[in-house]
C-alpha cells in the first residue's frame, strides 16, 4: 500500500485499463511505482461504468490484443471469468482473441488488484487529483484528497491515465476538449434478467422496425450482450448529449439517464415479449463517457491520418482505423469512418510538448476529437498506457525522456504490438 513520504519513481493517476496497465509496466521495468484512483477500486468504466465487456479485441481476423492487456484476460479465464462476447465460448483455452470478451465488475477488479499486488505495485484508491507542483518543464508532485486527508505525493515522472487529461491540465499544459457534437453521447449502462430466450440479429431486426416509437428517438441501435454467468443482459440504449467537462451539466446527464431507464424497460415489456418479465438488476454508478479533454501533444493523430493510413515513425502501440459511432442524432454520425486495418499510435500523441516527465494513456492521448473511436477502445488503452508506464520509468531512471530505438525494445520485452 501507500506509503507516506515516499518519492516514488512513478505516480500513475487513474487505474482504469490505461492506468493499470500503465502501473504494472512500470513496475516490471523495475520503477517503485504508485497508482491512485479516485474510486474504490480499479477497473474504470469495466467496473465504475458498469461495462465489463473487454472491446478491441481484434479487428477482422486479427488479434489486437496484446501484453498486459492480453495477460488480464488470460488470467481472466484460468479462473472461469471471461468468455467470447458472440459465440459466449467458455474457456478460452489460449485461442487467438478473434473477437471481444465479456467478463464481470466484480472478476475484473479482483484479477486486476491480484496482479498490481504481485508486481508490487503501492496503491492508493478513494483518492480525489486536485493539484500538482511543477519545477520548470518537471511535475514534482500531485496534491490529493483522500479520506479526510489532503495529501503530496512526490514522483520522479508521472503517468496520466485520468481519461480526461486531468493531470495535464492541472499541470498547465496545453490541452483541447471536444466539441460535444463530436464527442459521442452520454450513457448509463444498465443491466436485466429474467429474459426469454432470443437472437440478438432478429430482436436488433425489430428494434429497427418499431425506433420511431422508442421514447428516445436518436437512438437508433439496440445494443445489448449477456454479462457474468446468471442470464443478465447488458444493455446500452440510454443516451443524452452535453458536456462531460461541465460540473453542472454532468450532473444534469446522469439524472437525465437514469429517468430514461424505467421508460425504456416499460417499452421493452410492451413491445418485446421476451422482455415481458425482465427485473432490472443494476444500473452502472457513472455515466459512460467516450470523449471529453486530450493533451495537444508532440504528435496528433488526425482523421487525414486515419483516412490515408500516413505512415508512423514511432509507433508505441497499435490503434484502429475506424473512427465515428455512438453519435448523438444517429447512432453512425454522417463523418463516421469504416477504415480497415490499423495504425500505429505514435510516440509523440502520449507526450506534452510543456512536460518533460509526464507520460499520457488512454483517451486523452493527442487526437483529433471526432478520430477518437481509433484509440479508445479498452484493448486499446491498455495497450498505450503499457506504452505509457515503460516511458514513465525509462524517464525516471533516466532523467529524461527515453530515445525511441531504446523505447521499442522494452515494448517489444513486455509483448505489445506496434505494427
Known sequence: MWQK???????????????????????RCGAAVLLLEQAARPGGVAVTCGCPGLMGCAIGERQL??????????????????SFKHCLIRPLAGQPLHEDVISSEFAIAL?????????????????TLYGCQTAGRKITAVDCFCAGEQLRISGKAFVDCTGDAILAKLAGYPVCAADPDDSMTKTVLFQVSNLQPFSRQELRTRFTTLQKTFPFPNQDHLMLHPVGDGGAYLLNITLTAGDPLDPADLTRMD???????????????????????????????RIGVRNGRQILGRKTITCSDLNDNTPVAEPVALGRRGYGGHGGNAFIQNWAQSNPGTRGIPYGALLSPAGDNLAVGGRAISIE????????????????GQAAGVIAAMTANQGRLPDYPSLRTVLLQQNLLLE
Open 5 to 27: 513520504n515516499k518519492v516514488y519513481d512513478v505516480v500513475v493517476c487513474g487505474a482504469g485499463p490505461a492506468g493499470f496497465a500503465a502501473a504494472i509496466a512500470a513496475a
Open 65 to 82: 490484443a496484446s501484453g498486459i492487456g492480453e495477460e488480464l484476460i488470460r488470467r481472466l479465464d484460468e479462473i472461469g471469468a471471461v
Open 111 to 127: 484479477m486486476m488488484n491480484r496482479m498490481l499486488q504481485q508486481d508490487g505495485v503501492d496503491l492508493l484508491y478513494y483518492c
Open 255 to 285: 439524472i437525465e439517464l437514469r429517468e430514461q431507464i424505467p421508460q425504456i424497460l416499460q417499452w421493452l415489456r410492451d413491445n418485446f415479449p421476451e422482455f415481458k418479465d425482465c427485473v432490472l438488476d443494476s444500473s452502472a454508478a
Open 369 to 384: 476529437p471526432r478520430a477518437i473511436s481509433a484509440i479508445r477502445l479498452m484493448l486499446q488503452c491498455f495497450a498505450s
